[in-house]
């Protein structure tokens, strides 16, 4: 009986471990995408996802056989919503960044030590980069919007993810060396906004900036991605400073502290 609570704490972390991954796409994943990624075995992965589609969490899409969020996500994620009514301050600046550069611009926030992008709203450059949707998360350091965020962390939080950071940033390790993102960290507190120069996906640009909570803390991000040649190095000091205001817009709105003022 002593061992229930942990194992009890040990089951709703593996649950909320495979909502995640289910999450990370409209379309769902497999089941053997689930299995490879949470590194559980697959009739423990398979019992789990039955729960939780027994519950209505999660839906068995029989077209493609993937697994998908189920209705009761979006029960829970409306109430959740009105806790957290961010689309109303972020909206007014993704849609100001996208008229004003013809980029795709996105809003993103932390959760632990990843991003996950919330909202986007479409430019209106024919051309764009599809790396970056509603849904999508990417490990702190990686991504415009990850590397924004973490440049600003406090030293001790952001050595301890460098540290480990093969094991942090997984199959994005490769084109994100601890080297390359401490050089990238680098340049962001300089210039108070990132360039992710095509590394998550060649040829695919981004840029962001952090926006800051009460604490001066960063907890969000604004991005613009597209393709190379609408980032050249004349354009990104215009970017920067547009994404550096709307960044400091909604800090301000939160009642957050000055952040990573527009030069």
């Known amino acids: 009986m002593s061992n229930s609570p ?10 909320a471990g495979l909502l995640r991954l289910v999450g990370r796409s409209a ?8 299995v490879r990624e ?3 075995t697959r009739p423990t992965v398979h019992r789990l996802l039955s729960s939780m589609a027994a519950e209505g969490l999660l839906d068995h899409d029989p077209a493609n056989g993937n697994w998908v969020l189920g209705p009761e996500m979006l029960l829970l994620g409306s109430v959740a919503s009105a806790r957290f009514p961010m689309e109303d301050i972020a909206r007014p600046s993704l849609r100001r960044l996208a008229e004003a ?5 996105f809003f993103s926030i932390r959760r632990g030590t990843e991003t996950v992008c919330l909202l986007r709203e479409e430019g209106s450059f024919p051309v764009r980069s599809f ?5 999508v998360r990417f490990p702190l350091g990686v991504a415009s919007a990850g590397t924004a965020i973490m440049a600003f962390l406090p030293d001790g939080e952001r050595e301890g993810i460098l540290q480990d950071w093969e094991a942090h940033a997984g199959t994005f390790a490769a084109g994100h060396t601890a080297g390359i993102v ?4 680098e340049r962001t507190r300089l210039a108070g906004y990132s360039v992710n120069p095509g590394l998550v996906l060649e040829g695919s640009w981004g840029m962001g900036a952090a926006v800051f909570d009460r604490s001066g803390k960063p907890a969000w991000a604004l991005s613009l991605t597209g393709i190379e040649p609408r980032f050249k190095p004349e354009r990104q000091e215009e970017l920067g400073g547009l994404l550096l205001a709307e960044a400091h817009r909604i800090t301000q709105q939160l009642g957050g502290g000055e952040g990573a003022l527009p030069r």
Not at 27 to 34: E, Q
Not at 131 to 135: D, Q
């Open 6 to 15: 942990v194992q009890g704490a040990q089951v709703v972390s593996r649950l």
């Open 38 to 40: 949470s590194g559980l």
């Open 27 to 34: 379309g769902g994943m497999p089941l053997a995408g689930i």
């Open 131 to 135: 790396v970056l949707r509603e849904g």
């Open 101 to 105: 550069t013809g980029e795709s611009a």
């Open 182 to 185: 401490r050089e990238n960290l």
